[in-house]
């Protein structure tokens, strides 16, 4: 990496990414990628042409993104940081990956990034899969952590609201039958707890619900 210019990616490019990147351009940082979840939906498109304006490269996904990029910055709300750092993580190279991730939310990362505390558990996304397109889920299951003795799982919206949350389920799946989706990507976890106390969390994964079709 030249020191006075850097390659550099967004992931995540609303408001937020937007603004940095603009101001990073007129500061002389030539080379700028970006992704961003929306970019494959209708949605993304006001996304795609701020990137277009502003000279980015827009990248088709978040590994194409940090490819060959010195620094990663991440723009995507707090909620959904946990899964910004599990999308790139695979795709990094170097010994020191934290000197070159800038992330919102970083202490959040660090304690769920692996599901809770080094020691703890693991808790998992099964239905819906990380990532995962579709219909609204029916379904919600997880890994089951043999210590505990109940779940919590709770949906986030894209601006990080909690918009639905169910406690004290006996088992490592639950249906949700008062669950209304409309389209759109949202966000889910799942807390393993034993009396009460919480034994370890699973961090947020994210899903896609896709209009039904007419």
């Known amino acids: 990496m030249s020191s006075n210019k850097p390659r550099l990616c967004f992931i995540g490019f609303g408001e937020a990414g ?17 992704w961003d979840i929306l970019f494959p939906e209708d949605r993304g498109a006001a996304l795609k042409q701020a990137g277009e304006k502003i000279g980015a490269r827009l990248a088709s996904s978040a590994a194409d993104a940090v490819a060959n990029s010195d620094i990663i910055v991440s723009a995507v709300t707090a909620g959904s ?6 999308s790139v993580a695979p795709h990094l190279s170097g010994t020191d990956v934290r ?9 959040a990362i660090d304690r769920q990034v692996q599901g809770g505390s080094s020691n703890a558990p693991r808790l998992d996304h099964l239905i819906p899969a990380r990532d995962s397109q579709g219909n609204q889920p029916t379904r919600f299951e997880w890994t089951a952590v043999p210590q505990a003795d109940s779940y919590s799982i709770g949906v986030w919206n894209e601006v990080d609201m909690l918009i639905w949350r169910k406690d004290h389920i006996p088992t490592n799946s639950f249906v949700p039958i008062d669950l209304r989706l409309d389209p759109g990507t949202y966000f889910w976890t799942i807390s393993a707890l034993r009396a009460g106390e919480e034994i370890t969390t699973s961090g947020l994964a994210a899903f896609v619900v896709r209009p039904s079709n007419p």
């Open 81 to 86: 940081s946990i899964d910004a750092a599990r």
């Open 18 to 34: 937007q603004a940095i990147a603009s101001g990073l351009r007129e500061a002389g940082v030539e080379q700028i990628a970006a």
């Open 99 to 107: 000197s070159s991730v800038l992330i919102r939310g970083a202490t």
